[in-house]
Structure formats: C-alpha cells, structure tokens
DNA sequence: TAACAATATACCTATTGCGGAATATAGTTT
DNA sequence: AAACTATATTCCGCAATAGGTATATTGTTA
C-alpha cells in the first residue's frame, strides 16, 4: 500500500505547494524560497521529508541543489500527482505561486547552473 | 486549500479501505467489521473521523448506523476518491476487500433494514 | 423494565509531525 | 585559508494521531 506514503506527503500545505512548483521542473531551493516566502529550515526540512520518501529527487549543482519530481514514478503517485494538478488548476492558492514562479524564473535550471536572483534579505 | 483535509483523511490504510468498501455504495458498520476484520473500537474511531471531516456521511437504521459517502461532494473530492479507485482496482488489498464484501453482502442495505449476519463472534 | 446488540466515546500511552532557533556542512570566491 | 553562500541537520516543545481497554449510549427485544 504505497499510497499511504503519497497520501502522507501530500497532507501538508507547503509540501503540496512545493510538488506543484515541481511539476513545471526542476527548481532549485532558492527558487522555492522565492515563491514559497516560508523561512529556509521549513522549506528545506519539507524536502527532506518528500525525498526521503522517495516523492522528490535532487541533485547538486555547484552551490544549489536542484530539486525536481523522479525520473520513473510509480503508476500510483503519477495518477495522483496528476490529480494533484487537476485541483491545483483552480485553487488560487496554486495559481499564484505559479504566477510568482513565472515571474521570478522565466528560465528554468533545467541542466546549468542555477539562475537564482540573490535572495540574501529573503532568507529568514 | 480543502485538499490537506481530504489527504489527511486519505494518510491511514483503515480509512483507505473504508472509503474504497463505501464507494460501492451505503454500509453498516457490521459489515465493514466483517470485512475488515479490524477491532470494533478502530473501526468506530475512523469513522468518526471521516465522520467529522464530511468525507462520510451516517444515519441511524434501527439498531444499526448506515455509513456512506455524502451525496454532494466538492469538486475536489470527486476527482479525488475517482484517483483513489484507480488506484484501488489494482491494489490486492482493495480487491480482496471488495471481494469479501460482495461475498459477505450480496444485498447492500440500500434504503431498508441491514441484513447483517449477527457477528457477534467476531466483534473483538 | 431488564437484557441485549450495535456503535460510540473517554481515557491512556506511544509515536509522529511541525515549526523555530541554533548550528553544521559543503561548495565557492577572494 | 578565510569568508561567504546555499542548504541541511539537530535539538526542543507542542499538537495531533493511532491503537487499546474500558465504559457509555441508544435502540430493540423479551
């Protein structure tokens, strides 16, 4: 019953608003903590959480690390991520953070080096 | 953002089978006892819980207490538990619960009285 | 009304999750 | 090497959850 672990990582407000951010592609922390405004610790302790449970991957690049959805999900979390999307599509809570992705990174770390506007005076 | 409700509900495997066993349609509490096969107590609880977030609604029969979905739910919801039978028609728990219960209770207690077999036995 | 049957609730304990503050780690730049 | 930047981890306290035991509630039947 894998579910239950889906289930359990998407039973919390940041958590989601990070897999949303997700689906687009890879972002790095930084990038998250831009769009997100929650402190650092929170952010990055969310991570950990979806990481060890296998929901996110990430990899290294330089100075940032580069989060992103797994290559090969599992049938059950591809349906329900894409569930996810279906509800994100019409809750304004989604849609903004979307807004403010777009407006923060119109290009995305898709392989290079992160773009990261510094975001020093944001961190705490 | 509805959708942490409706995960919390979703992150137990108890009340994963319960809502898989209720989507077929109106149950009382004596046959999700028998095909659980989970104590009475736990079952009750998990009720309750769904009970109090509105993915479940109950009303009194006689001696017995029907349990079933609501008969409006958010859009939210819908497409959620549609996800969650997805996943379920594929996952050995959910079929062998759906099997059992088709054995247990060819007749569901659609409006009238439940015809549960007196399981007094198995109450523990 | 007394016994019974079905279900719910109260109480307890252990575990888990969340958030924050402080600190650690690992790369990079000077 | 020292300072810096980005991110992670540790430690703490608190709130919520899960499961069990015992008991209560509510309706039915004798």
């Given at each position: 019953?894998e ?5 359990e990582?998407?039973?919390d ?22 769009v997100l ?14 990481r060890t ?7 290294r ?11 090969k999900v ?14 994100a599509?019409?809750?304004?809570v989604?849609?903004r ?7 923060l ?15 020093t005076?944001?961190?705490?």
């Open positions: 019953m579910l239950i672990r889906i289930y990582c998407f039973c407000r940041t958590r989601l608003r990070i897999l949303n951010l997700l689906s687009t592609g890879p972002l790095c922390v930084c990038h998250l903590q831009g405004a929650e402190p650092q610790v929170k952010i990055s302790k969310h991570l950990a959480y979806l449970r296998g929901l996110v991957a990430a990899r690049e330089g100075n940032w690390i580069v989060y992103r959805l797994p290559a599992s049938r059950e979390l591809r349906v329900n991520l894409a569930c996810l999307q279906d509800c599509a019409e809750d304004p989604f849609r953070d979307q807004a403010r992705l777009a407006r990174a119109p290009v995305l770390p898709e392989a290079g080096a992160c773009a990261c506007p510094r975001i005076s944001r961190r705490q």
